[in-house]
């Protein structure tokens, strides 16, 4: 039996920024989050911004700032967007009881993971998701009711490829029913495909690695998107990609700093 998903659903909710920009092809904004304040998370969203990732994964991130994080961000109208640690179920709930409006699981390696995944964000009968929290519904704006008739087809599950193993599988991972955007980490993949160099980005095997990845998620209806450094390379990205990452706060402050300062000395 066929079920609405992500992309198909004819639910209408304002706060739902990301998804809504998505299936209207706007090219929505990202950016990742690694550290652990809610006036952090609060500075980032009144940027201009469309969703904002909540890094579980490498950032500084434990389940009290993750609340947080994802209440500031979703009450300034910003999708609040969470990459966990890996896939296990507990996690992807704990992740999805905050009430954000979708989930990043990394380093996904072929379609059983990536069923799982699905199985363990959505409730019954598409998945085994269970339900007892009052979060998730606060931060859709929306009932507890609402949110349970509504969660299944309206929170963005987010595959990441970034090893070879996944590109291997990607056609097959991109088959899964209920996975909604594949998601380059680059840096990764070009570590797992090349090793650490670092990597230019323009090595034949990485490039080819992303048309693969493209084509596959074309082919199955996917949304597809990836991280970049900047805007130029964000704006480039809007010929192949249905969103973009531009870089993280960490990364961010730095930048910003680092030649300032070069310049205040100079």
Request: hydrophobic share 40%; net charge neutral; with cysteine.
């Amino acid at each position: 039996m066929a079920y609405p998903t992500a992309h198909t659903t004819k639910v209408e909710n304002h706060r739902l920024r990301l998804l809504n920009k998505l299936k209207a092809g706007e090219f929505p904004l990202m950016t990742f989050v690694a550290i652990p304040s809610v006036r952090q998370a609060q500075i980032v969203a009144l940027t201009g911004l469309d969703g904002i990732i909540i890094d579980c994964e490498h950032g500084h991130i434990g389940d009290d700032s993750m609340h947080n994080s994802v209440a500031a961000i979703s009450a300034l109208g910003v999708s609040p967007i969470i990459r966990i640690r890996g896939p296990a179920h507990d996690i992807i709930k704990r992740a999805l009881d905050t009430g954000a409006h979708g989930i990043m699981v990394p380093q996904i390696n072929n379609a059983e993971e990536a069923k799982q995944i699905v199985a363990s964000s959505k409730f019954p009968p598409q998945g085994v998701r269970g339900q007892g929290s009052a979060f998730p519904s606060i931060g859709h704006g929306i009932t507890t009711p609402q949110y349970m008739q509504s969660a299944n087809e309206t929170v963005v599950t987010m595959i990441q490829i970034e090893t070879r193993e996944g590109v291997e599988n990607i056609d097959a991972i991109c088959a899964v029913p209920g996975v909604d955007l594949i998601f380059i980490g680059p840096n990764d993949l070009a570590q797992s495909l090349l090793g650490y160099v670092p990597a230019r980005g323009d090595e034949p095997e990485f490039l080819a690695a992303i048309d693969k990845i493209i084509a596959a998620a074309r082919k199955h209806g996917k949304w597809a998107g990836r991280m970049v450094n900047d805007g130029a390379a964000a704006k480039e990205a809007r010929k192949r990609y249905d969103t973009v990452a531009i870089t993280g706060d960490t990364k961010a402050i730095q930048n910003w700093y680092i030649p300032e300062f070069k310049i205040a000395r100079s």
